[in-house]
């Protein structure tokens, strides 16, 4: 089963708003990835958080972990109609192998 | 980092046939992945391509609907064999490259497969 749940599943914004994304997850994990797929295409990788990391920012992306939660959450400050796309959490599990698993993604919509 | 290339983009294929999807990569890798997106879904994660070996395959898949050649460290193909229309989906391989600890994946662009 998918480690990862997202909500919402579709988030619709202006330009210029900020956009938040949750993730939760259920077992122990290495760290927590955020993907971006844009229109059925590829991923691409956005922000990696270690486990034992509480914050990190990337440009307009903040990702924040939560361990005892098993929750994550990433916000696009300042969103572009360029940002709309699939964004996925992905969890590298405790002793795994390299394997993701990803959550069900969010729709995000950013209009002009 | 590594550039993917993924081959065919897209293809329309009757019931019954069978469709090998290519993976190149630019760099040797370690871990090659391949995923299914099912459409308006996330991905699921198919099997592991081994260099030298076979695959491993996650539950739910298996080698004879699902067979996957890793000739060398920077090729792999997977087949989709005697097709239906539930195989419908996205298919993507990805990469990890060298001894990568944080386990970031880089991503083909992907096969658009269609059914009839």
């Known amino acids: 089963s998918q480690q990862g749940e997202e909500d919402p599943q579709a988030l619709s914004i202006q330009e210029g708003e900020n956009a938040t994304m949750n993730c939760s997850y259920k077992?122990?994990?290495?760290?927590l990835q955020w993907y971006r797929q844009n229109s059925g295409r590829g991923l691409v990788h956005l922000i990696l958080i270690r486990s034992n990391e509480r914050e990190k920012h990337s440009g307009r992306l903040r990702v924040t972990l939560d361990t005892s939660k098993k929750s994550s959450s990433l916000l696009i400050t300042a969103s572009r109609a360029a940002d709309t796309a699939s964004y996925f959490c992905?969890?590298?599990?405790?002793?795994?192998?390299?394997?993701?698993?990803f959550g069900a993604g969010t729709r995000l919509a950013v209009h002009p | 980092s590594a550039v993917i290339s993924q081959k065919p983009s897209r293809d329309i294929c009757q019931r019954g046939t069978s469709l090998t999807i290519q993976c190149q990569v630019d760099s040797q890798v370690t871990m090659m992945f391949w995923y299914r997106q099912q459409p308006g879904q996330s991905l699921t994660l198919i099997a592991t391509?081994?260099?030298?070996?076979?695959?491993?395959?996650e539950s739910g898949f298996v080698i004879d609907k699902f067979p996957i050649s890793r000739p060398n460290l920077t090729f792999s193909t997977l087949t989709v064999s005697n097709m239906s229309p539930e195989d419908s989906s996205i298919y993507l391989c990805s990469v990890v490259v060298g001894r990568d600890a944080k386990n970031i994946q880089y991503f083909g662009a992907g096969t658009r497969l269609s059914v009839l």
């Open positions: 077992t122990s994990i290495n760290n």
């Open positions: 992905a969890t590298a599990l405790s002793g795994g192998y390299n394997k993701l698993i």
């Open positions: 391509a081994n260099q030298g070996s076979e695959a491993t395959y």
